[in-house]
């Protein structure tokens, strides 16, 4: 079964930067649409942004929108997420999740998640 793991995650000050990465064990994950999601405590798991496997773009979040990007890396076999001009309400577990097509997709597999915590 596709196995998805998250890095990139830290502690970071508001105004800075991280980018965190999705990778795929034992498949090729440009066959699948990756989608960013995270949830901050107490709050419901949000959908971010969503990479198709012919690299569309689709943008989910208006909170997010303008300051975060996705990217894929087919020769590394991965997936990123550019977070820039992180704010504190940016603070939450980050996920990656893999499903057929954004938007109307399936995501039936996920990562363990990265914690990413924006603070002074």
């Known amino acids: 079964q596709l196995q998805l793991v998250e890095s990139g995650g830290g502690l970071v000050q508001p105004g800075g930067s991280l980018r965190l990465s999705c990778a795929a064990s034992?498949?090729?994950?440009?066959?699948?649409?990756i989608g960013w999601f995270r949830q901050a405590p107490g709050k419901e798991r949000e959908e971010l942004i969503c990479?198709?496997?012919?690299?569309?773009?689709?943008n989910y979040a208006d909170s997010v929108k303008g300051r975060f990007t996705i990217s894929r890396d087919s020769a590394k076999n991965r997936v990123y997420l550019q977070m820039n001009s992180l704010k504190p309400e940016d603070t939450a577990v980050y996920y990656c999740?893999?499903?057929?097509?954004?938007?109307?997709?399936?995501?039936?597999?996920w990562g363990q998640g990265t914690q990413v915590t924006v603070s002074s």
């Open positions: 990479i198709s496997n012919r690299d569309d773009i689709s």
């Open positions: 999740a893999a499903a057929g097509v954004c938007g109307a997709g399936i995501f039936g597999s």
């Open positions: 034992g498949v090729t994950l440009g066959y699948y649409a």
